[in-house]
């Protein structure tokens, strides 16, 4: 099925939160970077995306109607065109506070991804290395300036380039309104589903950590 919603969002952005609301919305499934750890089928395809290949995005998005969260977000430009009835969703968060929360999240896995004790966590975490910390930020994601550069530069592309009534600019904070009326569906009768804080993030990577290294002892 055709993407309906194109997800223009660095991770650490509220991005598990909107992958979260979109699929309450009835935008299910959303792709999201845990999708490469449920669905290790995509870490092939994605590896292929970051050497360059011919991209094949009905492939790849096949059984989603949206995407968010790297490594999508990477690619929101061709997604943005190839999927040319999507509308496109940006998510916004102060600059400080978006870098100190990657690098207390998911800087260290994609640096130390050699090390991580799970095979299929380390491929996940190489691909997402290649494509995040090697392509989008030369290297130097742990640089906080030339980091914060890195995403000024690609909100104001995406803003660029963009049609303002095919683009939400959009916080979590904002909860369901301008999302709702942004999708043209009603609000649910329930609280915006905020989850993956920091400290959640922590704690499910030592959880599965811990579960990994037991597996693979055994």
Request: charged share 25%.
């Amino acid at each position: 099925m055709p993407l309906k919603i194109v997800g223009a969002a660095f991770g650490r952005t509220g991005t598990k939160s909107i992958k979260i609301a979109l699929e309450k919305l009835g935008f299910g499934p959303c792709h999201h970077m845990f999708e490469l750890h449920n669905n290790p089928d995509q870490i092939a395809l994605w590896r292929a995306v970051a050497r360059g290949e011919k991209s094949c995005w009905d492939k790849i998005f096949t059984d989603y109607q949206a995407s968010i969260d790297w490594p999508s977000a990477r690619y929101w430009r061709e997604l943005a065109e190839h999927f040319e009835n999507a509308k496109v969703l940006l998510t916004i968060r102060n600059e400080d506070s978006w870098f100190d929360s990657v690098q207390r999240t998911i800087y260290p896995i994609m640096r130390d991804h050699t090390s991580l004790q799970s095979s299929l966590r380390r491929e996940q975490a190489s691909v997402a290395h290649d494509i995040i910390v090697r392509q989008t930020f030369n290297g130097k994601m742990d640089d906080r300036s030339h980091a914060k550069q890195v995403y000024r530069n690609y909100i104001e592309e995406v803003r660029r380039t963009i049609k303002p009534e095919r683009l939400l600019n959009y916080s979590v904070t904002e909860g369901w309104g301008s999302l709702c009326a942004f999708l043209d569906v009603p609000v649910p009768d329930e609280p915006f589903p905020f989850t993956n804080t920091t400290q959640q993030f922590l704690d499910r990577r030592n959880r599965l950590e811990r579960l990994s290294g037991g597996r693979e002892a055994q």
